[in-house]
């Protein structure tokens, strides 16, 4: 069996998840693997179209691709979205249709599901069979039953190709769009009291509606409001996945083009930050991801922290709910108030025209009055992620993040408090004794509720 490596990661034959290929690999010497570092590779492959060409060549030839992947800011790598746009831009699609395909990635599990959810639509769009996801954590293969369970995966992957087994399609075809967003004349007159307002966009072509949005949104306020093309920032390229960054916030571009300097005097000091961008395949454009890619020299600290955000979304944004669970996570993980997202596939100029009103007068008013909304579990869980991964297995790798969690007091491990542990050791004693443990039962929700209902009656 002939299998197609698609190798996403900026780092190349140093990718962590390409040892777990090698692995199976070398288990599995009966197939061939053929691998395509094509995220390190991308801008060879942008500019030699024969390059490109060779690849889907080798692919009409395979028996199945594997996508195999590290997780980059809640998704694929810029590099590797960059790759995904080539194939539906040089219109390759019937290279990959009726191949199988899996994926593969490695993280420590941050929202690792958001960026195998883009994966397989990307394979059901090619009319792929998707064979399923595994997502490892990044020493993983360092433990044997984890070994045995990513050969299990390997085996199965094989088996469903020498068998043919039948795959639905999950996520359905993108209905098209052909709606232009005429955008009426602003009335509101939003003051923005002295708040920062700054809109990004990214210039990507299609663009769709998003220069009509932009120019609709700001056009509600009275005063500067200020709007960058990314396009017009000296961006060198996607982030090399180095982790330099991850000792003192130093990047490896850093002095090698204007990005960073951009991100702390324009991003770090906005009130308001509205992101503007259309829907390239199931995601925005690579050009969107480099951005957020390479802000990564922050690490895993949040920058928009108090900030009110907003996204002006052209495109089907309606039928990617992994899209917008992707934006709204992203909201949550920096901190950050998502007052609203508005998209042109509502069809009608005038409701957006009243809808991008409402969001730049809400975003003053949260903004005046320092609003940040209550953490969701995507703000939870994140936050809980990293605390452990951070003061533990990546601490001396990630030393910038490490004097933030001390510093910020997120090392709130609950098994330290030792109040709770006694409380927790004593009443687990006495709920094993039949009449108390009745009693118990009996007064507990009013127990429950007992503390909050005194605050909620006399404050």
């Keep these: 069996m002939n299998i197609i490596v698609l190798n996403g990661s900026p780092k190349g034959d140093l990718s962590v998840t390409l040892q777990y ?12 693997f053929q691998y395509f570092p094509v995220a390190q590779n991308i801008r060879k492959l942008e500019k030699d179209e024969a390059a490109f060409n060779e690849i889907m ?13 590290p997780l980059y800011f809640l998704l694929v790598c810029s590099q590797y979205k960059r790759f995904i746009e080539l194939i539906f831009e040089r219109k390759q699609e019937a290279a990959f249709a009726g191949k199988y395909a899996a994926s593969l990635s490695t993280s420590v599990h941050f929202f690792d599901h958001t960026a195998h959810n883009y994966i397989h639509a ?12 595994y997502s490892a954590a990044m020493y993983d293969l360092m433990k044997k039953t984890e070994r045995a369970r990513w050969l299990a995966f390997a085996e199965s992957l094989f088996d469903s190709v020498s068998r043919q087994v039948p795959v639905a399609r999950v996520h359905p075809k993108l209905a098209a769009q052909s709606f232009t967003y005429e955008p009426g004349p602003a009335a509101v007159g939003v003051d ?27 056009g509600n306020f ?32 850093e002095g090698k083009d204007g990005f960073i300097d951009f991100y702390n005097e324009k991003v770090k000091k906005a009130d308001v930050v509205v992101f503007a961008g259309a829907i390239h395949d199931r995601y925005l454009s690579a ?17 928009l922290t108090g900030k009110q955000i907003a996204f002006l979304i052209s495109g089907p944004l309606g039928q990617i709910a992994n899209l917008r669970q992707i934006l709204e996570a992203y909201g949550e993980t920096q901190e950050a108030n998502l007052v609203g997202i508005v998209a042109d596939d509502a069809g009608d100029s005038k409701q957006i025209d009243l809808l991008l009103a409402q969001l730049a007068d809400t975003l003053v008013r949260c903004a005046a009055g320092n609003y940040a909304p209550p953490v969701t579990f995507f703000g939870v869980a994140g936050r809980k992620i990293f605390r452990d991964e951070v003061y533990g297995m990546l601490r001396f790798v990630f030393q910038a993040d490490h004097r933030y969690h001390k510093s910020h007091e997120l090392y709130d491990f609950p098994q330290k408090n030792f109040k709770i542990r006694r409380l927790n050791l004593m009443m687990t004693l006495l709920t094993k004794i039949p009449p108390f443990r009745k009693k118990f039962l009996k007064i507990l929700k009013e127990q429950m509720v007992k503390p909050i209902k005194h605050i909620a009656e006399n404050r």
């Design 57 to 69: 060549d080798a692919i009409k030839k395979a028996d199945a691709v594997l996508w195999a992947f």
């Design 192 to 218: 923005a009291a002295g708040k920062r307002i700054l809109v990004l966009k990214d210039g990507q072509k299609p663009a769709g509606n998003t220069d009509a949005m932009v120019q609709s949104f700001v």
């Design 122 to 133: 990307i394979c059901d769009d090619l009319q792929m069979h998707y064979a399923g996801a």
């Design 222 to 253: 009275r005063g500067d409001v200020e709007v960058i093309n990314l396009s017009d920032l000296d961006i060198k390229g996607g982030c090399l996945g180095c982790c330099k960054c991850g000792l003192d916030n130093i990047c490896e571009y």
């Design 287 to 303: 050009k969107w991801k480099t951005y957020f890619d390479r802000s990564f020299f922050n690490t895993h600290m949040p920058t």
């Design 21 to 32: 290929v090698r692995y199976a690999a070398k288990k599995n010497p009966q197939h061939s």
